[in-house]
């Protein structure tokens, strides 16, 4: 527990001078300090641990600094938190929600890192603590933790907010993670995983396959696990086998690689008619979204990928970006490498500062539709094979894909 309550907010009325030889504190109470310290006594029921209900001079000065300061801090924690601790303490869960088994301090704090959030292996020891106490999580194993389905329901319902722009940074990060190399053909490529019922995987592969026949797909190239193994990062539960899908987002990180900047605007439907790219009819703008519009579109039933695929004219999914005009030469020499290696997922390249399929595009910069990676996934739902998908989900190394026609 933090000896110093220097930056703790009840200080501006309770001031900590200093220990005294026997190891307790002597205490400068200003005005309102005690009835203060009793408000968090109170809200924090501290009956039967040992700390009276109230205090006073006298009871005040025979707890330690580090008793006395861990029930203030539990009572701000609890009943007065800051945006900044929810904030550490939803990324925390959402590290949680994306493990299968028990994490422990240490490994949190190194994900945590991957969500931009410094924590030390102390201070997320800390929070799981008081998260244990509020249901949020549980102990499992010797120092693992679990989220419970209270935490679940925290982390989809908390800090909305924070959720806008969720997709956009998860396309930067992936991107970023993207280490794929052009010329061996080795690295790690970012993936879509979706979970299918083992009974149904069968059939959900046969409601795929004209979707990468025909194409409308990044890659042919796919992961499978079942339940208890991994996907890049993700375990597969019990009872389900995991299907990884190339995502589009494999662009966006090669050409970063490559020196070209992409500017992912986001993600539609888009209308397909003998066989070819016609307009958007609907649009999800990454930044302004706290959801993947990938998995939206796909549970709301909007898309007609199958039909695209046996006759030519359907709804498919589809992603919009921009680059600068100069980039272009660029860009296509990596496009045509990608598509090497059997990936891509490139769709129409506009020209410089032109529409593309009805969507304005800024000055000296190139538009650029990508095929979505969940577009086979789509198709299996159409067919009722209900998927729980992971779009921009983890990174795969490239050579433990196998071709579709080989599951």
Same mark, same amino acid.
């Given at each position: 527990?933090?000896?110093? !309550?220097?930056? !703790?907010?009840? =200080?501006?009325?309770?001031?900590?001078? &200093?220990?005294?030889?026997?190891?307790?504190?002597?205490?400068?109470?200003?005005?309102?300090?005690?009835?203060?310290?009793?408000?968090?006594?109170?809200?924090?029921?501290?009956?039967?641990?040992?700390?009276?209900?109230?205090?006073?001079? %006298? =009871?005040?000065?025979?707890?330690?600094?580090?008793?006395?300061?861990?029930?203030?801090?539990?009572? +701000?924690?609890?009943?007065?938190?800051?945006?900044?601790? *929810?904030?550490?303490?939803?990324?925390?869960?959402?590290?949680?929600?994306?493990?299968?088994?028990?994490?422990?301090?240490?490994?949190?704090?190194?994900?945590?890192?991957?969500?931009?959030?410094?924590?030390?292996?102390?201070?997320?020891?800390?929070?799981?603590?008081?998260?244990?106490?509020?249901?949020?999580?549980?102990?499992?194993?010797?120092?693992?933790?679990?989220?419970?389905?209270?935490?679940?329901?925290?982390?989809?319902?908390?800090?909305?907010?924070?959720?806008?722009?969720?997709?956009? @940074?998860?396309?930067?990060?992936?991107?970023?993670?993207? $280490?794929?190399?052009?010329?061996?053909?080795?690295?790690?490529?970012?993936?879509?995983?979706?979970?299918?019922?083992?009974? *149904?995987?069968?059939? &959900?592969?046969?409601?795929?396959?004209?979707?990468? =026949?025909?194409?409308?797909?990044?890659?042919?190239?796919?992961?499978?696990?079942?339940?208890?193994?991994?996907?890049?990062?993700? =375990?597969?539960?019990?009872?389900?086998?995991?299907?990884? %899908?190339?995502?589009?987002?494999?662009?966006?990180?090669?050409?970063?690689?490559?020196?070209?900047?992409?500017?992912?605007?986001?993600?539609?439907?888009?209308?397909?008619?003998?066989?070819?790219?016609?307009?958007?009819?609907?649009?999800?703008?990454?930044?302004?979204?706290?959801?993947?519009?990938?998995?939206?579109?796909?549970? !709301?039933?909007?898309?007609?990928?199958?039909?695209?695929?046996?006759?030519?004219?359907? *709804?498919? +999914?589809?992603?919009?970006?921009?680059?600068?005009?100069?980039?272009?030469?660029?860009?296509?020499?990596?496009?045509?490498?990608?598509?090497?290696?059997?990936?891509?997922?490139?769709?129409?390249?506009?020209?410089?500062?032109?529409?593309?399929?009805?969507?304005?595009?800024?000055? $000296?910069?190139?538009?650029?539709? /990508?095929?979505?990676?969940?577009?086979?996934? !789509? &198709?299996?739902?159409?067919?009722?094979?209900?998927?729980?998908?992971?779009?921009?989900?983890?990174?795969?190394? @490239?050579?433990?894909?196998?071709?579709?026609?080989? /599951?």
């Amino acid at each position: 527990m933090p000896n110093s !309550a220097a930056r !703790a907010p009840f =200080t501006a009325r309770l001031t900590v001078l &200093a220990p005294v030889p026997d190891g307790l504190i002597h205490h400068n109470l200003l005005s309102g300090g005690l009835p203060y310290l009793n408000n968090i006594c109170t809200i924090s029921k501290t009956h039967g641990s040992g700390i009276p209900t109230t205090f006073d001079k %006298t =009871t005040l000065s025979v707890y330690s600094r580090k008793t006395v300061t861990y029930y203030l801090i539990r009572g +701000l924690m609890t009943n007065f938190e800051t945006q900044d601790v *929810k904030r550490k303490v939803l990324s925390i869960l959402k590290v949680l929600s994306d493990s299968q088994e028990p994490l422990g301090a240490r490994v949190i704090a190194r994900r945590l890192k991957d969500h931009g959030v410094e924590l030390g292996e102390r201070a997320v020891r800390y929070h799981l603590k008081l998260m244990d106490e509020r249901g949020l999580t549980r102990a499992a194993g010797r120092d693992g933790r679990l989220i419970t389905e209270a935490g679940i329901d925290e982390l989809k319902d908390a800090l909305v907010r924070d959720k806008v722009g969720f997709a956009i @940074y998860r396309i930067e990060l992936l991107a970023f993670r993207t $280490n794929f190399d052009l010329d061996k053909r080795i690295g790690s490529i970012p993936v879509n995983v979706s979970l299918f019922p083992e009974k *149904k995987f069968s059939k &959900a592969l046969r409601a795929m396959e004209p979707a990468f =026949t025909e194409g409308l797909c990044v890659s042919h190239l796919v992961g499978i696990a079942k339940g208890g193994e991994k996907l890049g990062e993700s =375990t597969i539960p019990p009872g389900k086998i995991g299907l990884a %899908t190339v995502c589009s987002i494999v662009v966006n990180g090669i050409l970063l690689k490559a020196g070209v900047p992409m500017d992912s605007r986001f993600g539609g439907i888009l209308q397909i008619r003998n066989r070819r790219p016609l307009r958007f009819i609907e649009l999800i703008h990454y930044a302004g979204s706290s959801l993947d519009p990938s998995e939206v579109f796909i549970r !709301a039933g909007m898309t007609s990928v199958r039909e695209a695929a046996t006759s030519g004219r359907g *709804k498919i +999914l589809a992603n919009f970006r921009e680059i600068p005009a100069l980039c272009r030469p660029i860009a296509e020499e990596v496009v045509a490498k990608l598509e090497e290696a059997s990936l891509g997922g490139l769709l129409l390249m506009g020209n410089t500062s032109e529409p593309v399929c009805e969507i304005p595009v800024e000055l $000296n910069r190139v538009g650029i539709i /990508l095929l979505g990676g969940l577009n086979p996934v !789509a &198709a299996a739902e159409e067919a009722g094979i209900e998927a729980e998908n992971h779009a921009m989900s983890t990174v795969m190394e @490239y050579q433990n894909l196998i071709k579709f026609w080989e /599951l």
